[in-house]
Each structure stands twice: as C-alpha cells, then as structure tokens.
C-alpha cells in the first residue's frame, strides 16, 4: 500500500526546520590522518568482505570499479583477487584519499585513479564486470543515485556487490561511554542530510535501481580489547568537529567522552559490538535495461543533497520485507572472543 506524504510532512516529522541542514559533508577525516581509521575498519570488515566477493563470482581477469576508495585498503584487496590480467578503477571524489590509495597501492601495476563524484563518474557506460563499495552510502545524501551510476557502468550480467553498514547498531554490553559512538552519529545524520542507518534499507534501494534478486547478508563483529572498540573510539575523535559544529556536543564533553571510550575498550569485562555490516550482491540482467531514471541524468550526489527525511518519504511506498535471521557463534582466538555472523533468509 502506497501512502502519500509530501516532503514538507516527511521533514517536520524527523526534525525541525531550525536543524535542516542538509550538506552532505564528509564528517570524519580525509588523506593521511584517514589512513589509520580506515586500515581498522578494514581489519575488521575484510574477511568477510572477501568472502562475499568470492561468493559472487569475482574472478581473475576481471575489470572492477571501486567506488569511494578512500584510502585504498579495499582496493589492494581487490587488485590482488583480479591478478594481473585483471583491474581496479578506484573512485573518490576526495584527492586527498586518492594520493594516500595510490601510495598504498604502489606494487600493483593493475590499478588506476579516477577523481570523480561517485554519483557521476564520467567513466564508459557498461565497461566493468564488477563495481564494488564499502561504507559509501551513507556519507552520500541520495545513495540512490549512486546505485543507479554503478548499474551504468557495469557491463549487462554484471555483479554488483555492496557493503555498508547501520552506524546506530554498534555499542557495549554492558552499555558504556562506546554507546556514545551510536548516539551521535544517529542525531549528525539527520542535520546533514545523511542516513547513517541506510544499510537497513539496502534490499529496496538495490532493487530500485534495477538490480536482479539482490542477496543479503548481515554480520556483526563483536569482541573484546581488539579494533572494534577502537574503531568507534577513534571515528568519535574525528567526527569529534562535526558533532561540535552541530551543537551535539561541546568541546569539554567530546574531550571527557573519548577518554571514557578508551577506558571503556580496554575492559575486559566489556563485549565491543562494531557497527552492523550489511552486504548486498546484485546482478545486471543479461538484457540490459537502462537504470530507473529518477533523478535528472546530469545527477551529483554533491548537488542533490537530498536528506533522509526525503528519502524517508519515498521509500514509505515500498512494501516491507520478511526476513528470518539465523545465528551463528564462531569463536577465534582472545582478542576476536565472538564474531556474530547472522544471515538473513528472504522469504
């Protein structure tokens, strides 16, 4: 059932009009002070980030598009699955991340750089048989855009596979200063246009944007004393400006709030639960269509800067999806205690 709200309704629903502003601005860092934040993160979300792209039918040979590279962790991974005989394209509208991704990337030879908005990329339509992002979504104001950029890039058949993450998921048990992580990305979000919880709306956004029976797959690191603690302690820090420019905090309490998530990530007695990872592998049809044009083709996700209220408002027609969660516990070794691998089932 499709339910008719304008976007002046859907906006004064989610905040008032005084916190609307919906920039779309990156909040964490950029180039070299990026690089320790993100080779965490990809500590972290890799293992399974690999096997998804195996899964899928990632190949040697293959060309890929990696969009928002960022520092190129991700990248590296993926020149090495392609070989030589294959490539990467790494994507990022930031030069900043590019220069760093090309350093880290040095020994490979299969690797390309292209500064672009991953909304409009400007690349040959239909020319990768991959496109892959990780935790791109949701620093964009309207990710549906983007998804319809990579379904025109890639070649008919092709795979898409993407991974992003639910920022308010992640916490402690018991509850401590970690929790602070979720709380104030969840209330950023909404000021800056940004939904920092779309990895719970990815199955629609990829069908909207053409792609074939979407998988999706749902994993949730969880450990003591290891990176996930300081993942969430270390993006509070440098997310730690835009929380103050927002008013969400003051400088003395962002102060006080960190060295209480450090703290907090050295106890052993606290199980770290990293943000909720979300991975969505879709395919082109073998008979290609263009992408649902929704938006204007000259799209940017820099000029659209549509914010989640909007989006919100859009997607209430959409019919919701059942889902059955399976649990499974596997225990590695002390500083990665228990890593929640649940899989959903659609039905």
Known sequence: MTQQVSWAAARAAFFPPESYIPTGEYALATGTAAIRLLEISHRIYAPAGERILTRA?????????????????????????????????????????????????????????????????????????????????????????????????????????????????????????????????????????????????????????????????????AMTRGDAGLLLSLSVEEAGPAFVSAGLITTDELDRTVANMEIARENPDVLVTATAHVASVGAQTLERQPSPQLQPASRSCARERRGPAEIAAVQIGVERIEVRVIDQVQRFEPELEVHRLPHFELF
């Open 57 to 221: 039918g990632l190949q040697p040979g293959m060309h890929v598009a990696d969009f928002g590279c960022g520092t190129g962790a991700a990248t590296r991974m993926l020149a090495r699955m392609v070989g030589p005989s294959g490539s990467v394209t790494a994507i990022d509208a930031s030069r900043p991340q590019l220069d760093q991704a090309a350093q880290i990337c040095a020994g490979f030879r299969n690797v390309t750089f292209h500064q672009a908005d991953a909304c409009a990329t400007r690349l040959p339509r239909a020319s990768f048989d991959l496109v892959y992002c990780r935790f791109l979504l949701l620093h964009l104001p309207d990710p549906a855009a983007c998804l319809r950029e990579m379904y025109d890039v890639l070649k008919p058949g092709g795979i898409l596979v993407v991974e992003d993450g639910d920022l308010t998921s992640a916490g402690s048990v018991p509850p401590t200063a970690l929790n602070s992580f979720a709380d104030l990305f969840s209330r950023l979000g909404p000021i800056r246009g940004l939904n920092y919880s779309v990895a719970s709306n990815l199955y629609p956004l990829v069908r909207a944007a053409g792609f074939s029976d979407p998988k999706i797959e749902l994993h949730q690191p």
